[in-house]
């Protein structure tokens, strides 16, 4: 049995969700870095060496930024703003369900290829005050498809390896949006979509018997998860164009295991 906790510090980044212009610069939410966790345990087959593992992530960013100007509004069809206050959120869960085998390549390295299944529930939700006008959207994916990749490690001597691990996800799901501008303009929408989610690690690892730790890099990108739309003008509602905004995690990562 091996059980690990992963203490993660991403940054996460969202395209498509600027909310306004002062000065000729485009307003974004001011990301900045959350705390977030991870967990997983693996257990031998009785089969062949083969090893199966089950593993969650979860994080979740709030962020708040105001801004004073006079500018022009990105979402809203007011013409010009003198103040804007912004909130966005994220919500994600992330569960996998994967075998995994390692083979010794030579004496100081291993590559353990691994697949199986996954699933995702991802909520990014955007709120605009532009004092007089009120927007509130919600874009929400949640899919299940399944999970491949593989894991590298070299040994460098004295109990400490380089660990490589990059893995691809491919989800079938359905979107769900929700926009309100201040009881103006009113979406719902609902329709299945296929999203992937693209992951990197790369890190370093120190043993002790039954112990490890790990210190590592990651990157997790989902392309095109942004789906909130916006109207072209308010004379021509239904006349609507999407993001397709992609969403990225990139941080660093701290785990601890144990071998039982």
């Not at 199966?52 to 100007?69: P, T």
Request: aromatic share 18%; proline share 3%.
């Amino acid at each position: 049995m091996d059980a690990q906790v992963d203490a993660l510090y991403f940054q996460a980044r969202e395209n498509g969700v600027s909310y306004g212009i002062i000065e000729e610069r485009a307003l974004d939410p001011s990301f900045d870095s959350r705390f977030g966790a991870r967990v997983r345990l693996s257990a031998p087959t009785s089969h062949d060496c083969w090893e199966v593992s089950a593993q969650f992530l979860h994080y979740h960013a709030r962020i708040k930024s105001r801004q004073r100007g006079s500018g022009f509004p990105n979402w809203s069809h007011l013409t010009r703003f003198d103040e804007v206050f912004n909130l966005w959120r994220l919500h994600l869960g992330m569960g996998d369900l994967f075998l995994s085998h390692s083979w010794e390549v030579s004496r100081c390295f291993s590559l353990t290829p691994f697949w199986g299944l996954t699933y995702a529930m991802i909520r990014h939700k955007l709120f605009v005050d532009y004092q007089t006008v009120e927007l509130s959207m919600k874009d929400k994916f949640w899919g299940v498809g399944p999970l491949f990749g593989f894991l590298g490690r070299w040994d460098f001597g004295w109990n400490v390896s380089l660990f490589s691990w990059w893995a691809y996800r491919l989800l079938y799901g359905e979107v769900y949006l929700h926009q309100d501008e201040a009881k103006i303009i009113k979406l719902f929408d609902k329709y299945p979509k296929i999203q992937q989610i693209i992951e990197a690690r790369i890190g370093l690892q120190w043993c002790y018997k039954w112990f490890y730790a790990r210190i590592g890099f990651e990157v997790v990108l989902f392309p095109s998860i942004n789906q909130l739309l916006r109207c072209a003008d308010l004379s021509m509602v239904g006349k609507v164009y999407g993001n397709q905004g992609d969403l990225s995690l990139h941080g660093l990562s701290l785990g601890l295991g144990i071998k039982f």
